[in-house]
């Protein structure tokens, strides 16, 4: 995986992490740099794993599958983190 691999994986887990508070209702309760890393981290991590199964050359489903995991995650840190507050 390369580093423009690698920067542009974080770069649309940032957007991912973004647009995740921008489309919960009633906000969110992690903090916004929370979000951001999450979102890098499940762009990131998604990538990664795409690259180490399938190999190089599959650059759209690396893409796909990060983006895919980073929403995942924010959305359930999220959802976790409301049921923790009402309780």
Same mark, same amino acid.
């Given at each position: ?37 999450? $979102?890098?981290? $499940?762009?990131?991590?998604? $990538? ?17 599958? $990060? ?21």
């Amino acid at each position: 995986m390369s580093f423009f691999s690698l920067l542009w994986l974080a770069a649309l887990g940032l957007g991912i992490g973004a647009l995740g508070r921008a489309v919960v209702k009633n906000g969110t309760p992690m903090a916004t740099w929370m979000t951001a890393v999450v $979102g890098i981290v $499940g762009a990131v991590g998604g $990538g990664a794993v795409i690259h180490a199964i399938l190999g190089e050359g599959h650059d759209l489903v690396a893409t796909v599958l $990060g983006v895919a995991l980073a929403a995942l995650l924010v959305a359930a840190i999220t959802s976790w983190q409301r049921t923790r507050e009402q309780t």
